[in-house]
C-alpha cells in the first residue's frame, strides 16, 4: 500500500511538472517596446478615409475574416491563417500534406493570426496605422485527445511579415489615387 502512495505522489509530482513547463510562457521577446512599435506601425499621407478602407481591404484580399471594422473609432479586428493568406510572407508559407487517411495518424498543427488594429487621423491628409499580429498555435494528434495550445504574443519577432502587409496596403493606396 505505501509503495501505491509513493507511486501515486511521484505520478502528481511529475504530472504538475510537465504540466507547469508546457504552459509556461517566458517573454522572450528581445527587442524594446520601441523598436516594436517601430515594426508594427506605418505614417502615410493619406486621407484617413482612404488609409481605412484600403487597410480593410487588404486584409479581405489577403483572407483575413473582419470580425470587427469600426471606422469612427479607427479600431480593426481580423483573424485568418498563414497557410491561407495570399503571399503574406514566403517564411511562414505552408504546403499542406495530402495524405488521406494516413493524415488522421499524425499530429496536426495549425496556426491563427489575429490582427488588431488601429487608424488615427494624426492631422490633414496625415493617418497612422498600427497593426499588432498574434499567433495562436495548437497541435492536435489523435493519439492523445488534449490539444496543446501556445499562444505567441506577438509577430513582432518577423518583421518581414508586417513589411509585406504594409507594403500591400502601399499598393492599394496607390491604385485608389490612381482610378480617381
Known amino acids: ?3 501505491l502512495h509513493s507511486i501515486k505522489i511521484i505520478f502528481i509530482a511529475l504530472s504538475l511538472a510537465i504540466f507547469s513547463n508546457a504552459n509556461a510562457q517566458q ?3 528581445d527587442k524594446s517596446s520601441t ?3 517601430s515594426i508594427q506601425t506605418r505614417d502615410y499621407k493619406k486621407p484617413y478615409k ?11 484580399d489577403n483572407k483575413f475574416k473582419v470580425s470587427s471594422a469600426d471606422i469612427n473609432s479607427g479600431l480593426i479586428t481580423a483573424y485568418g491563417t498563414p497557410q491561407f ?11 499542406p500534406f495530402i495524405g488521406g487517411l494516413l493524415s488522421m495518424a499524425r499530429e496536426e498543427k495549425s496556426e491563427q493570426w489575429t490582427m488588431s488594429g488601429t487608424i488615427e487621423e ?9 497593426l499588432v499580429l498574434t499567433s495562436d498555435k495548437s497541435t492536435n494528434s489523435i493519439i492523445s485527445s488534449a490539444s496543446d495550445t501556445m499562444k505567441n504574443d506577438d ?7 508586417y513589411q509585406d502587409l504594409f507594403a500591400k496596403i502601399d499598393k492599394a493606396l496607390f491604385l485608389r489615387d490612381a482610378t480617381r
Open 155 to 161: 509577430l513582432a519577432a518577423n518583421p518581414e511579415v
Open 50 to 60: 482612404d488609409v481605412f478602407r484600403s487597410v480593410v481591404s487588404v486584409l479581405q
Open 35 to 37: 523598436d516594436i512599435q
Open 85 to 95: 493568406t495570399e503571399n503574406m510572407h514566403k517564411g511562414v508559407a505552408y504546403i
Open 122 to 130: 494624426m492631422g490633414k491628409n496625415n493617418t497612422r496605422v498600427r
Open 27 to 29: 517573454n522572450a521577446q
Open 1 to 3: 500500500m505505501k509503495n
